[in-house]
Every structure is written in structure tokens, then in C-alpha cells.
């Protein structure tokens, strides 16, 4: 079994597709954004799978909190997912997954990357996400979309890949864009 590789049909983990390389969806991620908060909440991202035949299967709801000092609620499956925030002032978080082992999101070389905790020093990444390629350099590289790659260590719990990827994601460009702002005010 060869690495998957998951193309991200829009730039917006929140509101796109992931598509596999035969062009079949196999994820679909959409929020919806509440005017008013919803009973604390203000917005859901669902996310669904696929089965073989075309039929829709909810695998993860994310719901994201109208106070910002609150975290986000996760549930793959049946399952209440806590991620947990690792780093003081950089962004790895870690969870539980299906398969009982912890996993961590890192940011390496400014790309989510997903390891598998106490597998040594040495652990294999279990999902790494590349952007797609910006600016004057896509004209030569026209193939180059954002995508979500798993090797075969981690299909067996993809489900658990892809809806904490678009939380980790999500969250962290949020951390991203508060810092460009805080940069950008002017000096008093």
C-alpha cells in the first residue's frame, strides 16, 4: 500500500473536500456559522466520509466555542476527543486516537505534521500537510495543490486524521493571523 494523498479541493480546511488521486471525495468538511451563538457555540464544521457506494457517514463534529478563551469540542465517531495543547507558546497539540495511542500535531518547517507519541525518537510521521504553491512559482508547478498525505502506519485511523487535522489547521492559522495583526499595529 502506497502513501495516500487527500487534495484539499479548496484553500479552507473548514469548507472543502479531500479528494483522493482517482478524483473521488472521500471527506467533506462544512461549517456552518452561526449569526448569534447556538447554545455557546458559534459555528459546527461536519465532517463526512464517504463509503464505498457514495453514501455520507458523519465521522466528526467540531464545535467551535463563542467565548474564545473556550476550547473547541471534538467527537469522532461515538468518541469525545480532547486535544490538548503541548507547547507554552508554540502550537503542538495531542490526542487519543481510536487505535488507544496518543498522537501529536506538530508545526515543522511551517507544515502540520502528525506523530505517533512514545514510538521512540525516531517515529515516523503518520500524516504531514503541504500547502499549495503560491505566487510567480505555480506557473511551473500547475499540480501543486494543498493535500493531507498518510502513509499506510496511518489508514487505520484516517477518521481521526482528517477531523483533527481540520481543527489543528484551522486553529492554527487563526494563531497565525492574530500574530500578522498584532505586527502590523502601529507603535504608541
Known amino acids: ?22 478524483n473521488k471525495v472521500l471527506y467533506t468538511s462544512e461549517t456552518i456559522t452561526y449569526p448569534r451563538a447556538l447554545h455557546g457555540s458559534r459555528a459546527t464544521t461536519t465532517v463526512t466520509r464517504r463509503d464505498p457506494v457514495g453514501g455520507l457517514l458523519q465521522v466528526g463534529v467540531i464545535e467551535w466555542p463563542a467565548n474564545p478563551h473556550d476550547r473547541p469540542q471534538l467527537v469522532i465517531g461515538t468518541r469525545s476527543v480532547e486535544m490538548t495543547k ?13 487505535d488507544g495511542r496518543m498522537y501529536e500535531w506538530q508545526i515543522s518547517n511551517s507544515r502540520a505534521q ?7 525518537h525516531n517515529a515516523a510521521y503518520v500524516a504531514t500537510f503541504l500547502q499549495s504553491t503560491q505566487g510567480f512559482f505555480r506557473v511551473w508547478n500547475r499540480g501543486s495543490s494543498a493535500s493531507l498525505f498518510v502513509p499506510p502506519e ?3 485511523i484516517l477518521d481521526d486524521i482528517v477531523v483533527t487535522f481540520v481543527y489543528f489547521e484551522s486553529q492554527w492559522r487563526d494563531r497565525e493571523r492574530h500574530r500578522a495583526r498584532i505586527w502590523d499595529l502601529p507603535a504608541t
Open 86 to 98: 503541548t507547547g507554552l507558546y508554540t502550537s503542538p497539540e495531542k490526542f487519543q486516537a481510536h
Open 1 to 22: 500500500m502506497s502513501t495516500l494523498k487527500l487534495t484539499l479541493s479548496r484553500g479552507d480546511p473548514l469548507q472543502t473536500d479531500f479528494v483522493a488521486t482517482d
Open 114 to 120: 502528525l506523530v505517533p507519541l512514545h514510538a521512540g
Open 154 to 156: 496511518g489508514v487505520h
